[in-house]
């Protein structure tokens, strides 16, 4: 069982933080903060060591945990929801403050939007990253897009090979290093993971329309009939094009044990149409 402290403040008559420690008793005294542990007295906020307290809490955390020793990242969970009753496109994160983070964006029709920490880039003292997202289970998004049905496949080992009808200018809808994904008919409802394109070989004149896949990746499926339905995820790096939705929640950590600020966490939002 994970326990949580929660405090509640008078100013805004709510509950306004969580903290990862659980201590026996709790007092606000003289501008400190002090808790009692194990029969223990503990002053807070009196060394220069953040989120380090008097237990390994973090053991109990659902992410990946930091070095061994009682330090909790810092979490925090938000909601970006202006003009509500649009269907927006969530682009990017901006963070006032002095500390990159990293962190997770879900919708209510997305779930897969992420940025990691090393992603941000400052510019004029503000933090600024591209959402990315990834998930080849949500075809719906505009990073999806069809190529047809093949003709034929050859290959095997860590190449296969697969040939498009001339009528499709292949070059034109995918780019080396995005995923390929298949469906076998007649009813095309499962989708399987084909590889990572490696190379697109175009000759009208000679009847080539070809696509190469990159097989010696994890999780890829032989392709196990001639003529089957493919379609591609662009690349979530070089690519970005957000998360879909109403609102966005964003959830992220900063593994820093040093004193850092956050001012504000925006995001450059529009209006998408369908």
């Known amino acids: 069982m994970s326990y949580y ?3 509640y ?6 509950w306004p933080s969580f903290y990862s420690y659980y201590p026996d008793w709790i007092i606000g005294m003289n501008n400190y903060l002090y808790t ?3 029969g223990d007295l503990y002053k807070h906020n009196v060394n220069e060591t953040r989120n380090t307290f008097y237990e390994q809490w973090w053991a109990k955390f659902p992410f990946p945990p930091p070095p061994p020793g009682p330090f909790v990242p810092t979490r ?3 909601v970006i929801n202006d003009a509500i009753l649009d269907n927006k496109l969530f682009k990017t994160i901006v963070l006032q403050g002095d500390s990159q983070w990293d962190a997770t964006l879900v919708t209510d029709i997305q779930n897969s939007g992420g940025i990691s920490a090393s992603w941000f880039e400052k510019k004029e003292q503000t933090y600024f990253a591209f959402i990315r997202n990834g998930s080849s ?7 999806v897009t069809g190529i047809g049905r093949s003709l034929s496949v050859t290959g095997g080992g860590t190449e296969v090979n697969f040939s498009i009808s001339p009528l499709v200018a292949i070059g034109g809808v ?8 298949f469906a076998i ?5 499962t989708t399987f993971f084909a590889g990572i394109v490696s190379n697109i070989i175009q000759n009208y004149p000679g009847g080539l329309n070809r696509i190469v896949v990159n097989t010696a990746v994890p999780l890829t499926v032989p ?3 001639q003529t089957a339905y493919f379609f591609c995820v662009k690349n979530s790096v070089a690519e970005s094009h957000g998360v879909l939705g109403h609102y966005c929640v964003f959830d992220m950590y900063n593994y820093s044990a040093s004193k850092i600020e956050l001012f504000s966490v925006g995001s450059e939002v529009m209006k998408s149409f369908p």
């Open 174 to 181: 995918i780019s080396i290093g995005d995923s390929v994904y």
């Open 223 to 225: 392709i196990s009939i």
């Open 9 to 14: 403040s008078e100013s805004v008559k709510g």
């Open 5 to 7: 402290t929660l405090t």
């Open 36 to 38: 009692f542990k194990g």
């Open 76 to 78: 925090l969970v938000g």
């Open 185 to 189: 008919p007649p009813a095309y409802g």
């Open 137 to 143: 289970g949500e075809l719906s998004t505009r990073a």
